[in-house]
């Protein structure tokens, strides 16, 4: 019912940088946060950074100070500002959203298929 559409992934080089963009749509009452995760080959889904409705965000310590999480939400919509991009950044970036389908419903996630990030010489 939720669908989570990212874009903007792609391949640059060491210090380059790429802006990522996710937008929420279906039968959503309220988004509360949207978030990106990444995945290495071999790693687990890890956290990258997150937003919360009024505005408060939060960053993994690897990208703190490299990468800015905002969001526009008039339209639903979360993006990833990636700056000084290093090869250790590589992996698919997920999309995350939590949200209320109607005013005394049970808070849900979804999750976007991911956009890969390559960033390599």
């Known amino acids: 019912q939720v669908q989570l559409v990212e874009s903007g992934g792609g391949a640059v080089q060491p210090g380059g940088s790429l802006r990522l963009s996710c937008a929420a749509s279906g039968s959503i009452f309220r988004v509360y946060a949207m978030g990106w995760y990444r995945q290495a080959p071999g790693n687990e889904r890890e956290l990258v950074a997150t937003i919360v409705n009024g505005g408060n965000t939060n960053y993994a310590d690897s990208v703190k100070g490299r990468f800015t999480i905002s969001r526009d939400n008039a339209k639903n919509t979360a993006y990833l500002q990636m700056n000084s991009l290093k090869p250790e950044d590589t992996a698919v970036y997920y999309c995350?959203?939590?949200?209320?389908?109607?005013?005394?419903?049970?808070?849900?996630?979804?999750w976007g298929k991911g956009t890969l990030v390559t960033v390599s010489s």
């Open positions: 995350n959203t939590v949200v209320r389908l109607g005013p005394i419903g049970s808070f849900m996630d979804y």
